[in-house]
């Protein structure tokens, strides 16, 4: 125990201000989320990812978002284990179509109002698989999507950009 | 003067046994041989190699105009040769190699879907990749089934899929997905338990069946590298350089040095970037937040080197049929010879942290055992084979440029648990660290693609890469034009997805979770 703290002391903080990167209109968009995140969702955005048939390339980047660098959570956004308890879909595609009736169930199953969000590629157009007898290509072909995050995969940054600007566009809406 | 071929002496012992087997020259297949092989034999070529102890390692078919061809590829202490046989399309029937080799089971049931042809004594008659999108009696890989099918408005849920059930008083059942409780790929698990204890649990696997074998005909070959680095986004290095091997050896093109040594950095960066990821997750399966940070983090810092270096967080599209995308810049390389150094000694301390905790020893030692019978019997690969007694990497054992020049260590366990299969993941870990000084201190000079040339048509090529998973096995033939008519990517995880349902047995539903984040089978790179 002693040396997991001494390994937590030694080691400080890691987690950014996002970002370090250089890209100057992102310099707040951590503090914009959580400023959103607070007027509209009570300080909690619940996201429930549905992995609707990607490569996966998606997921790794999704799940990037809870590493230490990042860490999603401290803007009051969490990911959630049931379409139940979620304010927000994070899909990835293409919907395959071995998915499809488990997409629209999911989304069912999200109380109103809710949000979607289809991401990558795949999700937005259907990515290099595009809709075939196994496909149906992009999200929107499945359930309504209010929003892209396009990127193959996207990366944790584009993620954090494309759900602040879902929820500013929400408020903005009548 | 080379080691005896275990090749010929088998296929001497056919011919004495009865069998009309006929190896052909093959080139775009090596190092592995072609051997035609009549329908009427293929059982008992099954059954003779399992007795001459060859590893089953992928089966797939292809539509011809009367005929259809079914392949089985075997290799034995890193000899490999492709079994071809063909079957008339209107009466396309065959024996089974699933008696002698359980492996062939789901693989077989995936060439019934997709091309139409009886593995007449299958011990399983279930669909296994079809679920409703196609109709029974419509084969998506047949030549005359147009890639844009004939799908429902609106495909339906799977249903009447016979799951195996225990009887039993206080024997109950737990269906699993297909949408998962995290962030992971869907699929469904059907487990029968009796209070925490799971009897048993069977997999339904291809919910993200996305027709890729399908979707790829008629690419050139640079569309085929790109989908082919989909086939399984974390394995995406390792599925594009297979790919373009095969296609590759299959045009004759030769990868210039400068290339195949920057292949081989991205591979071992892959390899790293993923087992670092995953020993964090199974961390975070036993709810030791720390290790999952720790190693979360480690990850993240990877990822970031490989972005500078290449351009992209996971080095999609890299790639390239020829050679790479881009070039490493110098000013690259001591940044990256530094990180895998420091990275070393901070994993080393991780471990030693991680090591002297008893409630994580509890946890992952005995926890989710396979056994080396099993292994072996299901074929398994990578570090799950590893970890149970299969000493086998392609890279050593049948090395390509340019691993041929470079020593492997390849860690070996008995034990088959959870722990075991953590240990070979950071032993791997550090085998790639090697790797990756031993490359660095050589960069090779000279231009990092060539060019492209048509592939004549009907010309084939087999690639067999070492992924992070294990061996990718990818075959490929062109068509007219230098146009894709057959793409088959085989994953490891074709191997390890059947080990999931063995080693679970015995074991309390709550370590499910662990025992599958150990194995990490690739969803989407099993159902394609
Ligand atoms: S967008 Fe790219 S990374 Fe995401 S699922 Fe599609 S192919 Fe994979």
């Known amino acids: ?174 | 003067m080379t080691a005896p071929d275990p090749l010929s002496g088998f296929l001497d012992r056919l011919s004495a046994a009865g069998l009309h087997v006929e190896a052909q020259q093959a080139p775009g297949l090596a190092p592995a041989r072609l051997v035609i092989v009549p329908a009427a034999d293929w059982g008992r070529l099954g059954r003779e190699a399992k007795v001459a102890a060859w590893r089953w390692a992928a089966g797939w078919g292809e539509d011809g105009d009367d005929t259809i061809g079914v392949n089985a590829c075997f290799e034995k202490a890193g000899t490999y040769f492709v079994a071809r046989t063909l079957v008339p399309r209107a009466t396309p029937v065959l024996a089974s190699h699933s008696a002698a080799y359980p492996g062939a089971d789901r693989p077989e049931r995936h060439i019934r879907d997709l091309l139409g042809v009886t593995f007449s004594d299958h011990p399983d008659p279930r669909r296994w990749t079809r679920h409703h999108a196609w109709q029974q009696g419509e084969y998506p890989l047949r030549r005359d089934f147009p890639a844009a099918g004939q799908p429902p408005a609106q495909t339906p849920a799977d249903y009447q899929y016979n799951f195996l059930l225990a009887q039993g008083s206080g024997v109950y059942e737990i269906p699993v997905g297909p949408v998962h409780a995290g962030i992971i790929e869907p699929g469904h698990f059907r487990f029968q338990a009796v209070g925490e204890t799971v009897l048993k649990l069977e997999e339904r696997l291809a919910y993200t069946h996305k027709g890729i074998e399908k979707i790829a005909e008629g690419r050139d070959a640079e569309g085929l590298a790109r989908l082919a680095g989909r086939v399984s986004g974390d394995s995406t290095v390792a599925h594009a350089w297979a790919a373009c091997m095969a296609m590759e050896k299959a045009a004759c093109v030769d990868v210039p040095p400068r290339a195949l040594w920057l292949r081989a950095l991205m591979c071992e960066r892959e390899r790293v970037a993923n087992h670092v990821g995953d020993v964090g997750a199974i961390l975070n399966d036993i709810a030791f937040a720390f290790g999952f940070h720790q190693f979360a983090r480690l990850r993240e810092e990877w990822q970031r080197v490989s972005h500078e270096a290449f351009g992209h967080r996971l080095m999609m599209d890299c790639i390239v049929p020829g050679g790479v995308a881009t070039d490493l810049e110098s000013r690259c390389m001591a940044p990256m010879l530094e990180q895998a150094d420091a990275l070393r000694q901070q994993i080393g301390k991780l471990m030693l942290i991680i090591n002297d905790l008893p409630s994580v020893a509890d946890r992952l030692r005995d926890t989710g055992v396979l056994s080396p019978e099993y292994a072996s019997a299901l074929g398994c690969l990578g570090y799950v084979g590893r970890a149970s007694g299969m000493d086998f990497d392609v890279r050593r054992d049948a090395p390509y440029p340019p691993y041929d020049g470079l020593t492997v260590k390849v860690p070996l366990n008995h034990f088959g648990d959870v722990n075991a299969r953590v240990r070979i993941r950071i032993e791997e870990i550090s085998a790639s660290f090697d790797l990756i000084r031993a490359l660095l201190a050589e960069p090779p000079g000279g231009p990092i693609r060539a060019d492209w040339k048509e592939a004549s048509a009907g010309s084939e090529g087999l690639g067999l890469v070492e992924g992070w998973r294990g061996e990718i096995l990818s075959c490929v033939r062109f068509g007219a034009g230098g146009k894709i008519a057959r793409f088959f990517p085989r994953d490891p995880s074709w191997t390890t997805w059947p080990a999931i349902e063995l080693l679970i047995h015995g074991n309390i539903v709550p370590d499910f979770p662990v025992c599958n984040k150990s194995v990490n089978g690739s969803y989407s790179g099993q159902d394609l």
């Open chain 1, 1 to 174: 125990m002693l040396r997991i703290l001494g390994k937590i002391q030694r080691l400080g903080i890691v987690t950014e201000i996002v970002p370090a990167s250089s890209e100057a209109a992102l310099v707040d968009i951590g503090e914009q989320l959580k400023a959103r995140v607070g007027e509209q969702f009570a300080g909690s955005l619940a996201i429930r990812q549905v992995d609707a048939g990607s490569c996966n390339g998606c997921e790794l980047e999704i799940h990037a978002l809870n590493n230490p660098y990042y860490s999603i959570e401290r803007y009051g956004v969490h990911f959630v284990a049931s379409p139940r308890h979620a304010d927000l879909l994070l899909v990835t595609g293409p919907v395959s179509r071995h998915m499809e009736e488990a997409l629209r169930r999911t989304y069912e199953a999200t109380p109103e109002p809710r949000l979607v969000i289809a991401v990558g590629e795949c999700g937005a157009n259907g990515g290099e698989f595009g809709v075939s007898y196994a496909a149906c290509g992009a999200v929107a072909n499945v359930i309504p999507v209010d929003a892209v995050i396009r990127g193959c995969p996207p990366t944790p940054l584009a993620l954090m950009r494309g759900i602040l600007e879902v929820i500013a566009k929400r408020s903005s809406d009548p």
